[in-house]
T-cell receptor, first 114, second 113 residues
Framework: DAGVTQSPTHLIKTRGQQVTLRCSPK?????VSWYQQALGQGPQFIFQ???????QRGNFPDRFSGHQFPNYSSELNVNALLLGDSALYLC?????????????FGQGTRLTVV | LAKTTQPISMDSYEGQEVNITCSHN???????ITWYQQFPSQGPRFIIQ???TKVTNEVASLFIPADRKSSTLSLPRVSLSDTAVYYC??????????????FGSGTRLSIRP
């Protein structure tokens, strides 16, 4: 049973470019949340997707957008990249049907903007 | 949203019991307390979750007093591999439409031989 998988693992982009990060949730999970983690800081909540809709959003600009597909996988898109967008991007999956309340995180995508 | 306060860092030695305390004075009735462990360049890993009193699993124990304004994560007999950042979170269940999960800065635990 695969856990949460994210791709790519590392990415280098130039300022102003656009990037798409992908996440496949743990089998049986239907909710995906995205986080940005700068070096030495805790993860910052970007947004959460359930039933293909954005349900919650953190304090991030509209340059950050997402999508959830019918198979529950998700994408995070960032437009007009800034140097400050360099971070580890984490995907977490959870289930609305499970008795458990924990979320499972992927290994993350390390984005470097130059 | 309940905010959490944890020590920035802690040091201990192999074989010792480590207790990390988290303050969450504004915790709401529906909030759960969850602890995660994170190693460098990896995603956080769930350790334990509780609502009140004491919870124990194969990894750790979580002590929550009656007023729920704080909680203590207890790691028995730590080893070098327990060196990591530990996050205390307070939030409603992950799948609640009202939940917005907030991570603090965490506690950087260093274990020495």
């Amino acid at each position: 049973d695969a856990g949460v998988t994210q791709s790519p693992t590392h990415l280098i982009k130039t300022r102003g470019q656009q990037v798409t990060l992908r996440c496949s949730p743990k089998s049986g999970h239907d909710t995906v949340s995205w986080y940005q983690q700068a070096l030495g800081q805790g993860p910052q909540f970007i947004f959460q997707y359930y039933e293909e809709e954005e349900r919650q959003r953190g304090n991030f600009p509209d340059r950050f957008s997402g999508h959830q597909f019918p198979n529950y996988s998700s994408e995070l898109n960032v437009n007009a990249l800034l140097l400050g967008d360099s971070a580890l991007y984490l995907c977490a999956s959870s289930s609305t049907r499970s008795q458990g309340t924990e979320a499972f995180f992927g290994q993350g995508t390390r984005l470097t903007v130059v | 949203l309940a905010k959490t306060t944890q020590p920035i860092s802690m040091d201990s030695y192999e074989g010792q019991e480590v207790n990390i305390t988290c303050s969450h004075n504004n915790i709401a009735t529906n909030d759960y307390i969850t602890w995660y462990q994170q190693f460098p360049s990896q995603g956080p890993r769930f350790i334990i979750q509780g609502y009140k009193t004491k919870v124990t699993n194969e990894v750790a124990s979580l002590f929550i007093p009656a007023d729920r304004k704080s909680s203590t994560l207890s790691l028995p007999r730590v080893s070098l591999s327990d060196t990591a950042v530990y996050y205390c979170l307070v939030a409603q269940r992950w799948y609640s439409s009202a939940s917005k999960i907030i991570f603090g800065s965490g506690t950087r635990l260093s274990i020495r031989p």
